[in-house]
């Protein structure tokens, strides 16, 4: 059995860049736009505690989801937003005959 981290420094660090250097870069770009806009946000209500707090939130999920996200890229092909919410549709194709 393989044994990976679940949580990744260097995601917690660098964020959705570190998302763009393993080639994940629309989940980056989605990222850094909810970055901007929470900052906007946040800088228009004026509080420091709210953008300490988005701060925070984005290093989290960065962290514990980039692990997983590009395991499924690169194991399993699959470079979904919600891979476990897809369902595994069976085409005409692939159904038995019987």
């Known amino acids: 059995m ?3 981290s679940r949580v990744s420094f260097l995601g917690a660090c660098f964020g959705p ?6 080639g994940m870069w629309r989940k980056a770009i989605v990222i850094i736009t909810i970055i901007v806009i929470a900052e906007l946000i946040a ?11 988005c701060r925070a ?3 989290g999920y960065c962290s514990v ?3 997983f996200d590009y395991f499924n890229k ?3 092909g699959d470079n979904s937003w919600f891979p476990w ?3 595994d549709f069976q ?3 692939d159904t038995p005959n019987s």
Do not use: C, H, Q
């Open 2 to 4: 393989e044994r990976f």
């Open 17 to 22: 860049f570190y998302y763009l250097w393993l």
């Open 43 to 53: 800088d228009a209500i004026g509080g420091k505690f709210i953008e300490t707090v």
């Open 57 to 59: 939130a984005t290093a």
């Open 65 to 67: 989801s980039v692990m």
């Open 74 to 76: 690169v194991r399993n």
């Open 85 to 87: 919410l897809v369902p």
């Open 91 to 93: 085409t005409p194709e």
